[in-house]
C-alpha cells in the first residue's frame, strides 16, 4: 500500500473504480484505436481532437493520485477542512465523524467501518483491507441511491 493514495476522508485511490476499471480499459481503447489508424483520422470528428488527447493522457498517465496531490474535487468540502485542521485523515481528527461526511458514508458503504478501524486500530489493519481489495480488484465508486 502506499499512502500517497490515501484520501483524507479515508478513501484509497487505488482501489478506485476509476483506477481499476476505468485506466486500463482506457489504456486498450487507445492501443487498438492506435492499431486502426484512429489518430490520422480523429480530428475528422467533432471533438475528435480533445478526445484523442484525453484517452491518451488518461491510458498513459492515469487519471489521478489522491486528493492530497490535488486531484479530485478542488471544492471538496472535506479536504479544505482536513488541510485547515491539518490532520493527515479525517479519522485522526477530534471531530470525526462530522456532518461533512453525511454524503460520503451514503455513497461509499464501506467507508464509515474502514475510518473506524483506521481511528481504533490504526494504520496496519486499516492498509491490510486495502491491500486485500486491491490483490482480489475489489473496487469502490459513488453509489448513493437518489431514489429515496
Not at 479544505?80 to 485523515?89: D, L, T, Y
Amino acid at each position: 500500500m502506499d499512502k500517497k493514495y490515501t484520501c483524507y476522508c479515508g478513501l484509497y485511490c487505488e482501489n478506485c473504480a476509476v483506477k481499476v476499471k476505468v485506466e486500463p480499459a482506457a489504456k486498450i481503447l487507445y492501443e487498438e484505436m492506435g492499431k486502426l489508424g484512429f489518430e490520422q483520422i480523429i480530428s475528422f470528428f467533432p471533438d475528435g481532437d480533445k478526445f484523442w488527447s484525453f484517452l491518451k493522457n488518461i491510458s498513459t498517465q492515469g487519471v489521478c493520485i489522491s486528493c492530497k496531490a490535488g486531484s479530485g474535487n478542488p471544492n471538496c468540502k472535506v479536504r479544505e477542512c482536513a488541510k485547515e485542521k491539518n490532520v493527515e485523515m479525517c479519522a485522526f481528527c477530534k471531530s470525526y465523524p462530522c456532518e461533512l461526511f453525511a454524503d460520503f458514508f451514503e455513497g461509499y458503504s464501506s467507508l464509515k467501518q474502514d475510518n473506524f478501524i483506521l481511528k481504533e486500530k490504526g494504520w496496519e489493519p486499516w492498509k491490510k483491507i486495502q491491500d486485500e481489495r486491491k490483490s482480489k480488484g475489489v473496487c469502490f465508486a459513488y453509489s448513493k441511491n437518489n431514489n429515496k
